[in-house]
């Protein structure tokens, strides 16, 4: 069995701080594996030591934060790391990211599961998995929770707003986790020293045939809460009160 | 010069902090109100390789080095304030090295696997009744009969003796003992490793007994007595009559890894008192931080705290040229002055910022709801001397600057 496990180097927002206005500093935060990233290597290493796996990460972007994840990937276990070198990083959106990791998958490969974060930490779009799929034309189960190999079957859940799903799939498939899927593995000293004489091969967007597109974001906005301040006063009539708010809380949902 | 940490250290510490936020921080109340850390949590430590780290992997070390065993202290106390875990952990790491330095190799490959694994434990045995920093002067007696020493006495403020008790395996000392004429003085101890239960099994002739200390209460401290206890002489620590050398060399890497962990304990306080000033509001609607009677204060423990954590790391950076690279251009007693600077400056930095802390906090810190008083307590043990007495650490520094006839032990 051969695995990919693309992964983003993401904003590692329980270290970021705030001006005093409520703006975050995104440009000191520190970054790292997006969370749910980290979920999917961890399942991508314990088929590696249930089914003898090899497994394979690879990241797009270019610089030593990006070869650090790819070498904590390593020390979680993962056995090949490639870099997608893209200069420009963040001006790439989950179109031109997914069709990049599909080429790789088609150079590298094949592989019999492509698994990776269902949205990341920061732009939670949950687009990258389906891209991929769709790119290479395998199926996709997105948002497990749970992932198991058996007799040449993966078998994945999902726990949605109306059940909780199974689907049992042959593969090649691509999967995305959530971060309900495992707690991850913290690296140890040992495979943190380990990683660092390991080999992070990096190729190109040329290399992969990949013309990359700019799509430009014109605007984001914020979700803001807009309060509707009504305020009865239950000082002089309670019974009649209550009755209001329950009213309009009912029709509000 | 370079101040700064390599990539491995950077990596190693984000992954204890990540380890202690998972295991340690939701237990630390916990731990020091229940007085013992989980037998379970000991275990997952060491399955981490938080034990035994500067111990080569050849004998189950981590083959790391002193600066990321104080790295882990630093960060475990963070997490532990009441440095109950950061304590076990530096205990665990320090003292193993000395066992692979200078035990006999089937004796280092007995014991070092099962302490890195977090199965045994692995400490000191060395204050006596009459007084802890008159080692020289320690009474316990070790008589060779054949191959085997017979060992007599009394050893007192140990630490990790329930923890030997519970553990799978048990565990050990590095116990010093006099070998010969007691006029001879600190050149009259061995070293020994002193196993006193292994495999499940309690040795004969050992008779521990536990304390109820106020502080740092997960790690047990206790004494014991040695009654015609027998250790084959393959136990021994290095050659006769230098156990004194080795003891010195032990409590200089033991010192260092004290002090990051008093440090890291300091490092929680100093943020519990940032959130603290910042948040609570007098005198309408004033926060305590904007008072510079509070703001410079916090400004000048910041600065203690820091002033203690380069001496560390500059001792810990230190004690790696010669006991990890063996670089031949430094020697054992060139870490002396280095460790008593950072063991007299740190734990005491963290005094002040603890008493500091719990003025700020007012009559909310006397009440066992605020867990500052853990902290303070915990740390405040090496304040007073555990692991080297602060006027101890005095005497080593003004000897090297006044000369020895100036200055008497």
Known sequence: MKILTPIKLTLDISQLKYESSGEPLIDIAPRKIGDSDKCAIEEAVRLKEKHNAYTVAVTVGSGPEHERIIRDAYAMGIDEGYIVEVKEYENLQAITIGEIIASLAKKTGPYDLIILGAGSLDTHSYTLGPIIASKIGVPIIAGVDSLSYNDGVFEARCVMEDGTYTYRVSPPIVVTVTTEANEPRIPTLKTILRSKKMEIKKLTAEDLGIELKRIEIEELKRYVVQRKKIIWDAGEDLEKAIENLVRVLTSEV | ?409
């Not at chain 2, 850390?37 to 780290?53: H, N, R, V, Y």
């Not at chain 2, 189950?60 to 600066?67: A, D, M, Q």
């Not at chain 2, 020994?192 to 740092?216: A, H």
């Open chain 2, 1 to 409: 010069m370079d101040f700064e940490f390599s990539e491995d250290e950077v990596r190693f510490r984000e992954s204890v902090q990540e380890f202690c936020k998972r295991y340690i921080e939701p237990r630390w109340v916990e731990i020091d109100e229940r007085g013992r850390i989980p037998l379970d949590l000991i275990k997952k430590m060491g399955e981490q390789g938080l034990f035994a780290i500067p111990v080569s992997e050849e004998y189950g070390g981590v083959g790391g080095t002193i600066t990321m065993a104080a790295i882990a202290a630093e960060e475990i106390a963070y997490h532990d304030p009441s440095v109950a875990t950061a304590v076990y952990t530096l205990l665990n790491n320090g003292w193993p090295l000395l066992v692979e330095r200078y035990s006999r190799e089937d004796v280092k490959k007995e014991i070092l696997p099962k302490v890195a694994g977090g199965e045994a434990f692995y400490g000191i045995a060395s204050t006596e009744s009459h007084g802890g920093s008159d080692v020289a002067g320690i009474k316990t007696t070790a008589v060779k009969k054949n191959n085997v020493w017979i060992v007599n006495g009394e050893k007192t403020y140990i630490s990790g003796i329930r923890e030997i008790q519970e553990l799978a395996e048990g565990g050990g000392y590095f116990l010093v003992a006099k070998t010969g004429k007691p006029e001879y003085g600190h050149r009259n101890i061995t070293a020994f490793n002193l196993i006193v239960r292994w495999n499940g099994k309690t040795r004969q002739g050992w008779k521990p007994t536990i304390f109820e200390e106020i502080g740092r209460r997960g790690i047990s401290t206790g004494g014991f007595i040695l009654e015609d206890f027998e250790i084959d002489d393959k136990y021994r620590i290095g050659e006769e009559n230098k156990g004194f050398y080795y003891l010195m060399e032990g409590f200089n890497v033991a010192r260092i890894l004290v002090a990051a962990a008093t440090i890291g304990s300091g490092r929680w306080a100093l943020d519990q008192a940032i959130e603290w000033i910042k948040n609570r509001k007098l005198f309408e609607g004033r926060p305590l931080a904007s008072f510079q009677a509070v703001s410079f204060r916090l400004s000048e423990l910041y600065g203690e705290l820091e002033a203690a954590r380069l001496l560390t790391y500059r001792a810990a950076w230190l004690a790696d040229k010669i006991y990890i690279q063996k670089d031949p251009k430094w020697k054992e007693k060139d870490l002396n002055i280095p460790v008593a600077l950072c063991k007299m400056k740190a734990p005491e930095a963290t005094t002040k910022i603890y008493e500091e802390l719990m003025k700020w906090y007012g009559a909310y810190a006397y009440t066992k709801d605020c867990n500052a008083f853990r902290g303070w307590l915990g740390t405040f043990s090496y304040t007073i001397g555990a692991e080297g007495a602060q006027n101890i650490m005095r005497i080593i520094i003004a000897r090297d600057l006044i000369g020895r006839e100036y200055v008497k032990g």
